[in-house]
């Protein structure tokens, strides 16, 4: 089991910038991978950043890559995403959500077993 939690949310100006927390608890942290997603209410969950299990590989999807940065600290057992330029667009609620292996495609929902409640961000114009 995997337990995950979010923070870091919040209200911002075009612009501006936030950076999300996640922390992990359950198995070893270093073990797995780790992505961030994003949802609009009445949308589906859709892919943002993918982090490797130690930190060495980081994939993006298109509408993000330049302005979020994905990262991890093993040591505090906690997953960032840095989000700089923001955008009214950017406004979602973002999960975290862990991938244990065998890994599977990276922006499928089905890939990550455990996700975290969710932080909201809303970015005002």
């Known amino acids: 089991q995997v337990q995950l939690v979010e923070s870091g949310g919040g209200l911002v100006q075009l612009g501006g910038s936030l950076r999300l927390s996640c922390v992990a608890s359950g198995r070893t942290f270093s073990n797995y991978d780790m992505g961030w997603f994003r949802q609009t209410p009445g949308k589906e969950r859709t892919f943002v950043a993918r982090i490797s299990s130690n930190g060495g590989s980081t994939l993006y999807a298109d509408s993000v890559k330049g302005r979020f940065t994905i990262s991890r600290d093993s040591a505090k057992n906690t997953l960032y995403l840095q989000m700089n330029t923001l955008k009214p667009e950017d406004t979602d609620v973002y999960y975290c959500?862990?991938?244990?292996?065998?890994?599977?495609?990276?922006?499928?929902?089905?890939?990550?077993?455990?996700w975290g409640q969710g932080t909201q961000v809303t970015v005002s114009s």
């Open positions: 959500a862990a991938d244990i292996p065998p890994n599977g495609l990276y922006y499928r929902l089905s890939t990550y077993e455990y």
